[in-house]
Nanobody, 123 residues
């Protein structure tokens, strides 16, 4: 069993930066890939990016590529989403999710989800 808790969401001005954290519990978390998703009001949940279990690969949605960076620290079961050059269209609830081994852009492929953290970017 894996439990995930996101934190770090805030209100921020356009052009600003935030770092979201995803804290995981579960002694086999190191074998799980982690994906970040977001959901804006009235829209479907969308893939933001992910990192493989081994840190050997990351994937990003085109809309965030070059602005967002995902990293993880195995020793303390943390995964981070560094968000730079934020835009109003980045406003959403951000979720981290975990699945065994490989990244997937499909939300239904993930077995475990956090409760989400709100990011609001104002112009």
């Amino acid at each position: 069993q894996v439990q995930l808790v996101e934190s770090g969401g805030e209100d921020v001005q356009a052009g600003g930066s935030l770092r979201l954290s995803c804290a995981a519990s579960g002694r086999i978390f190191s074998t799980y890939a982690v994906g970040w998703f977001r959901q804006a009001p009235g829209k479907e949940r969308e893939f933001v990016g992910g990192i493989s279990w081994s840190n050997s690969s990351t994937n990003y949605a085109e809309s965030v590529k070059g602005r967002f960076t995902i990293s993880r620290v195995h020793v303390n079961n943390m995964v981070y989403l560094q968000m730079n050059s934020l835009r109003p269209e980045d406003t959403a609830v951000y979720y981290c999710a975990a699945r065994h081994i490989a990244i997937s852009p499909i939300s239904g492929d993930y077995n475990y989800w956090g409760q989400g953290t709100q990011v609001t970017v104002s112009s």
